[in-house]
């Protein structure tokens, strides 16, 4: 099913994974996950119901309130996080390979996702360690505590582009915090969050603590984010839904984080150091092909610094080698499928209509090994009108806009002039100039002369319409616990307020 690979990696159990055990779908349907750089059949999945939603809710519901995992000490259920990571470290290779095939990504990326991952673990194995709760200054007759549990039953909805790194940031915090979970992978690439339920379950988690369900949005995500037995819903993913799933919890008065993407600034000044702007201005793009919440696709240039930046940029887009993710030589895979390449042409098409001029790409890969992928070439686009829809819109694939800017009002300006705001960078010499620029800019993070790096020890979320919550960090973290004030009344007596007559 995997011929055009040189190798296949053992593939996860087709199962759904409901209080433990892997299981079909009660209506016995079935999906298949394709590889995007061949349009090749990967694996054959069961379709999960409603009914089978339920049973995985109930499941993490009956462990929750039943089971050891919520009340196991802070120390086993960091040495589980680390017994994770150690699996994952063990594995790396064969989930790099997964996550390949199924996203299209290069072994190169896949292999540095997995690296990342193991370090999501036992940062919150570290983190759960060292969490303490507070005492609180009152009157002597009394101790105040605030202390931190865990939060309940967390429904997760993960993207296509980051399928197990998306996971691992919520997974790890919430089973640090005590919580058990569903699980619902995007349907176009389940397969690692499949293998990591595995892992999961051979690290020690007691049944019904982890849970994973198959399908598609409108109906299995539907049916799991509205269940009344769910306390938290975390979702990453596009707006338009995460506007939905936001309404669905306000209805059932649940805890919700979002994280929706944004169209990020990459803001380049003329005293730049000009070899690695022009060099992150494509890694900004072009890696995981534009694939990415952060990804830098709208480029904004110090007008005297533009036609020469430009003119670079195009020099080495045009040497970005297309190929199946898994050969060395490739740099960029394809699109996830036909549907979003579709969608991706239409913004190229849209941005020319609106007055903007195609410098490279737009068309697909002319390699006839690739036919049969979802590839798109390195595109760039400039003169792009910065009051037009793709100024303003994600596009989520390989094309890189070009605007000019007069001085730094005017970049900061255009920059936050979107209805998102989770990432942007600012590229200069002159450091108080790019700080003080990026205290004014309305994003999630702000990266100065570098792009696209994060820290589990750091935050992430963004401003406006990019989300609600924060993922990483120690935030990450309390985003699956509640907090609970303990009062220790010490001197206690009655309070002496009523049925005495009135003779007070």
């Known amino acids: 099913m995997i011929e055009s690979a040189p190798a296949a990696p053992r593939l996860p159990k087709p199962g759904l994974l409901i209080g433990g055990e892997h299981r079909g779908g009660a209506r016995g349907e079935t999906r298949s996950t394709v590889n995007p750089a061949t349009g090749e059949a990967i694996l054959e999945l069961p379709e999960a119901t409603g009914e089978d939603v339920q049973k995985a809710v109930s499941a993490a519901r009956r462990a929750f309130d039943t089971g050891p995992w919520p009340r196991l000490g802070a120390r086993e259920r960091s040495r589980l996080l680390n017994g994770v990571a150690d699996l994952i470290e063990r594995d790396q290779e064969e989930l790099a390979w997964l996550e390949t095939l199924d996203t299209g990504k290069t072994l190169v990326e896949s292999r540095d996702d997995m690296a990342q991952i193991a370090w999501v673990f036992r940062y919150y194995a570290a983190l759960i360690l060292s969490q303490t709760g507070s005492v609180n200054a009152v009157p002597a007759d009394a101790l105040s505590l605030t202390l931190h549990e865990p939060l309940g039953v967390v429904a997760m909805v993960t993207p296509w582009n980051y399928p197990l790194l998306q996971a691992s940031w919520k997974i790890a915090p919430a089973l640090a915090a005590g919580c058990t979970f569903v699980i619902k992978p995007s349907e176009l690439t389940p397969l690692t969050t499949l293998r990591l339920g595995e892992l999961l379950g051979e690290a020690g988690t007691p049944p019904g603590v982890v849970n994973v369900v198959l399908g598609a949005g409108e109906t299995v995500g539907k049916a799991l984010v509205e269940s009344p037995q769910i306390d938290m819903i975390s979702f990453t993913g ?134 049969n992928g979802f590839f798109l070439e390195p595109t760039v ?44 960078a600012v590229w200069t010499r002159d450091t108080p ?72």
Not at 261 to 285: C, R, S, T, W, Y
Not at 396 to 424: I, Q, S
């Open 433 to 504: 100039k790019g700080v003080h620029l990026a205290q004014k800019l309305r994003f999630g993070t702000v990266w100065l002369n570098d792009f696209h790096p994060y820290y589990p020890e750091a935050s992430w979320g963004g401003y406006k319409e990019s989300g609600v919550g924060r993922e990483l960090g120690p935030t990450g973290l309390r985003e699956y616990q509640e907090e609970k004030h303990l009062y220790l009344n010490l001197d206690v007596k009655p309070a002496g307020w009523f049925g005495r007559g009135g003779s007070r």
């Open 381 to 424: 686009l400039t003169g792009l009108p910065s009051s037009g829809r793709v100024a303003h819109e994600e596009i989520f694939g390989p094309v890189l806009t070009v605007e000019r800017f007069a001085d730094a009002d005017e970049a900061l300006a255009k920059a936050n002039d979107t209805p998102t705001g989770l990432a942007a």
């Open 238 to 371: 596009g707006i338009a839904t995460g506007r939905t799933i936001g309404q669905a919890a306000a209805a059932g008065a649940k805890r919700v984080a979002l994280e929706l993407g944004g169209k990020n600034p990459n803001i380049v000044f003329a005293d730049a150091d000009f070899d690695a702007a022009a060099d992150h201005a494509l890694n900004a793009v072009f890696f995981h092909a534009g694939q990415i919440c952060s990804a830098g696709s709208r480029l904004l240039v110090e007008s005297s610094l533009h036609d020469r930046l430009v003119e670079a940029v195009l020099e080495r887009a045009r040497d970005i080698r297309l190929g199946f993710g898994w050969e060395e030589a490739t740099e960029m895979g394809p699109l996830i499928s036909a549907e979003h390449r579709d969608k991706v042409e239409s913004y190229v098409r849209l941005a020319q209509e609106e007055g903007a001029s195609l410098k490279l790409g737009g068309d697909r890969a002319g390699d006839p090994r690739l036919a």
